[in-house]
């Protein structure tokens, strides 16, 4: 049950709140957006809320990158064992890596751009919004909140200060990637992956 209904109808709104979370439209630099996706395909498309290929961009990421074993060809490389880098790196799977991780790049650069050209469509519109709305799994509306408490939850629990900003969805990947620790240890000249808790 919506508790409001939007009677304008406008074609762009600054913010829509669901019961998975509130989503809100503003600028983003797109340099920043794209270098998020530089550090780690899917995360630019996770600040965008493009959730579903933020999400797909990242699992894609980590399925070449173990099946390609490029973190372990960086290590030998680092150690300067270059002849060992070369031998363990799996070719068709690098060859899958880079263009994915150049299209993470690109994608989420011109997306930010055409998501910074709506924002300014949709804030000359100035339309009404639902703020708040009542669902039969939960309660969600729209309040300030402030940046230093969700980086203070964050910081004890991962994921925590995504649900304190409502972003269900991020904080349930925050959490259970944040929950894990993995790493890449080199065993008789294969990898493996060591999950801690």
Request: hydrophobic share 40%; net charge negative; proline share 5%.
């Given at each position: 049950m919506q508790n409001d209904t939007n009677t304008d109808r406008a074609r762009r709104y600054k913010a829509y709140v669901s019961p998975l979370g509130t989503t809100q439209i503003h600028l983003r630099n797109p340099n920043i957006i794209a270098w998020w996706s530089a550090a780690f395909p899917g995360f630019g498309h996770l600040l965008l809320s493009k959730y579903l290929r933020g999400f797909i961009l990242f699992i894609w990421e980590i399925v070449v990158n173990v099946h390609s074993q490029l973190n372990l060809s960086m290590v030998y490389t680092f150690e300067g064992r270059f002849e060992q880098a070369t031998s363990v790196l799996e070719?068709?799977?690098?060859?899958?890596?880079?263009?994915?991780?150049?299209?993470?790049?690109?994608?989420?650069?011109?997306?930010?751009?055409?998501?910074?050209?709506?924002?300014?469509?949709?804030?000359?519109?100035?339309?009404?919004?639902?703020?708040?709305?009542?669902?039969?799994?939960?309660?969600?509306?729209?309040?300030?909140?402030?940046?230093?408490?969700a980086v203070m939850w964050s910081f004890f629990m991962p994921g925590t200060g995504q649900l304190y900003i409502h972003r269900i969805l991020t904080a349930f990947f925050y959490h259970r990637m944040g929950g894990h620790y993995c790493i890449s240890i080199p065993c008789v000249g294969r990898p493996v992956l060591s999950c801690y808790r």
């Open positions: 070719p068709r799977w690098v060859l899958l890596y880079i263009p994915v991780y150049i299209y993470a790049i690109w994608d989420s650069y011109r997306t930010s751009v055409d998501m910074n050209k709506e924002y300014l469509l949709a804030d000359r519109e100035n339309a009404n919004f639902i703020n708040f709305q009542v669902t039969s799994m939960e309660i969600n509306y729209l309040d300030k909140r402030e940046p230093w408490i």
